[in-house]
């Protein structure tokens, strides 16, 4: 967990303004400070998480999020996390690890009374489950995931937003990408990059 956490929170604290940057064309401009808010929490508490099993430490990640990332992606990446690690069996198999991030996205598409195709967060993470689930066997499963991530990411570009702070601006909305989506994508990004570099260590 711990190069796991330390890695996330670096990329996503390099990239707060760029977070911040695109709330602010269709939010509230917020989300670059509370996911860094939220991440530098996380290194504070990162002796404490990384002592823990590893499924507890997602756990606990998520109630840190909660607590201190605000706005509406606190309480969803809090969800993502909390979920994910209660249905977690700690290793990093394959199918150990789409089951969890499946759980986890099953709490934010409850969470957020939201789908797919609204211009959130999920436009990431449904494809990352579709991407981890095809690669059982294949032997590429970060390309997959990453590639898939990417795609969803950019897909969100061209949506109108439904759900969020972003739905009052309709078709206002189109034409930008959404920054939840981003945020999860930098780091679903992050996570394959240090698993392609463990696995060639
Ligand atoms: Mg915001």
């Not at 303004?17 to 508490?45: C, F, P, V, Y």
């Not at 499924?55 to 998520?62: D, F, N, P, Y």
């Not at 189109?174 to 920054?179: I, M, T």
Request: net charge negative; glycine share 12%.
């Amino acid at each position: 967990m711990r190069p796991a956490i330390e890695r996330v929170a670096c990329r996503i604290m390099e990239a707060a303004d760029e977070l911040t940057a695109l709330d602010s064309a269709i939010g509230d401009g917020d989300h670059g400070h509370n996911m860094k808010r939220g991440w530098q929490a996380a290194l504070d508490q990162l002796d404490e998480l990384a002592g823990l099993p590893p499924q507890e430490a997602l756990q606990k990640l998520g109630m840190t999020m909660v607590g201190k990332v605000g706005g509406a992606s606190g309480p969803l990446y809090g969800t993502l996390f909390l979920q994910a690690g209660k249905a977690w069996d700690g290793t990093l198999s394959l199918g150990a690890v789409a089951a969890a991030v499946e759980a986890g996205v099953a709490g934010v598409k409850k969470r957020g009374k939201s789908e797919a195709g609204e211009k959130t967060m999920l436009d990431v993470w449904c494809p990352v489950i579709e991407a981890l689930r095809s690669a059982e066997g294949a032997g590429d499963a970060t390309r997959r995931t990453r590639v898939a991530a990417d795609a969803g990411l950019a897909a969100t570009r061209d949506m109108k937003a439904t759900k969020g702070r972003a739905a009052y601006l309709g078709e206002r909305s189109v034409g930008h990408l959404d920054p939840g989506a981003r945020s999860s994508a930098l780091l679903v990004g992050a996570l394959c990059d240090l698993i392609d570099e463990e696995a060639h260590a």
